[in-house]
């Protein structure tokens, strides 16, 4: 599954490629790195709201969670939503129904190749352009004791493409990467169950993807692993016979 990202790009970058505004008390910066149990905020588009970027955490609460204990432990299990689902899981099926569609920016992504007890993470980007689009669902909590809403959202997955299923081969799944023509209709169209459900199943073309491994930097606890050194190729004589995991 898909739980490390990256959007390594300046807030004027993210706005040409959209054509929306990212707004000035979001104060973002570059991200070489995080992964999803930091509980970043990240610059999400919306369906409702496809001109203006908006900061949410990684990690859907649906609206209908009753506490804060609650809403934190479906946070936990809400980081990926399977696509072929989100319109029958409790935790996805309102926020599906409801029309919450969402695109997530990113530069690139990171997954982990097995072999026997060794994982060696790789970094995945797009090669046709510098910013591409995941396919995401969100949500609004209002917490009962406080009164505060707080937006979050979750990444979807499908089948992995060759490439993703060389790579990430203990699961053989990937983020629903959206085309240009794809992220139009996502994030504008009324999608029928149907629609959004086909959509989702196109499998991203692997020639438009670029992977390499790069060093387990990227598990430091001692180490900054939001900095550029952690998107450093790195290589391991072990996978060097192993050319598909590579493009």
Known sequence: MCFHKSLAVTAPELEERFSATV??????KPVYHTNAYQLPHWPILTHQHPDRFEMMRWGLVPHWAKTSDSAAELRAVTINARSETIYEKPSFR??????????????GF???HTEGRAKYP???TPTDRKIISIAGLWDEWADPDTG????TYTLLTTDANPLLAAIHNSKKRMPCLLTP????KWLHDGLTEKQALTLLADQYTDTKLHSYSISKRITSRSEPTDVPAVLEPYTYPELARQANLFA
């Open 23 to 28: 707004p000035e008390s979001a104060d973002f």
């Open 94 to 107: 309102s926020a599906a129904r409801a029309g919450n569609r969402c695109l997530i920016p990113v530069t």
């Open 110 to 112: 990171f997954e982990w």
């Open 122 to 124: 790789f970094y995945i």
């Open 148 to 151: 505060e809403v707080t937006r």
């Open 181 to 184: 023509g794809d992220e139009q």
